[in-house]
């Protein structure tokens, strides 16, 4: 009874806890001041859920000889290239990517994750069950 028990519990957390979504902020500097470098007032950013990487764009062009940055932030869900660069004629972007909550807050900052996201409910679900699974055994063995 007690392993049907087990089996049941691992398979309730495996379905409804694997998510291997995260929270991305997404802003445009353009509309949002506070969406610069490195964000003002996080709280104030919207953030949407993301299953790809979150990036990060930093945009420099020169116009009439001034150099203007802009800074958006989204989810991509595919092609996010950590510092990779396009070049156009009077400017370039450049993008950092990440995937764990929040990571896209400061553009200098960012680390690309390439490790499983460590927030992987069903995983941390079957550290916790072979725990509980190894105690059984040790607690029917005495």
Request: charged residues 15%; aromatic residues 10%; hydrophobic residues 35%.
């Amino acid at each position: 009874m007690d392993s049907k028990l087990f089996l049941a519990a691992a398979v309730v957390l495996c379905t409804f806890g694997v998510s291997n979504a995260f929270m991305c902020y997404n802003c445009t500097q353009f509309f949002t001041p506070d969406c610069g470098d490195v964000l003002v007032n996080p709280e104030n950013i919207p953030q949407v859920s993301c299953s790809g990487m979150c990036l990060t764009s930093q945009s420099t062009a020169s116009v009439g000889g001034q150099e203007f940055v802009l800074y958006d932030r989204t989810c991509v869900e595919a092609g996010c290239v950590d510092g990779a660069c396009v070049d156009f004629p009077d400017g370039k972007a450049c993008h950092k990517c990440c995937n764990t909550d929040g990571c896209n807050d400061a553009y200098a900052e960012q680390q690309v994750m390439t490790t499983p996201n460590p927030n992987n409910a069903c995983s941390n679900a079957v550290n916790i069950l072979t725990t509980l699974f190894t105690l059984f055994i040790f607690k029917t063995m005495v």
